[in-house]
């Protein structure tokens, strides 16, 4: 199983809630969480099937930015 990191916007419990049907309905997913305590507010997602740019795709589409993180 890969995880990835993300630098993102995502900053607060709404912005949360308005990725999670973006993020939970990409097949695929087997776990994720944001850490909005984190100054650079990092999203870590689990799969075995996606890559990095499919999970940026999906957050982008959600409104909000995604860079990863080496």
């Not at 990835?4 to 049907?21: D, E, L, M, Q």
Request: charged content about 30%.
């Amino acid at each position: 199983m890969s995880t990835y990191k993300f630098k993102t916007t995502i900053n607060c419990g709404s912005c949360v809630k308005a990725v999670t049907p973006h993020l939970n309905k990409l097949e695929g997913v087997e776990e994720w969480k944001v850490d909005t305590n984190n100054p650079d507010k990092i999203l870590e997602v689990k799969s075995e099937k996606l890559d990095a740019q499919e999970i940026k795709t999906a957050v982008e589409k959600a409104g909000f930015k995604a860079e990863p993180v080496q």
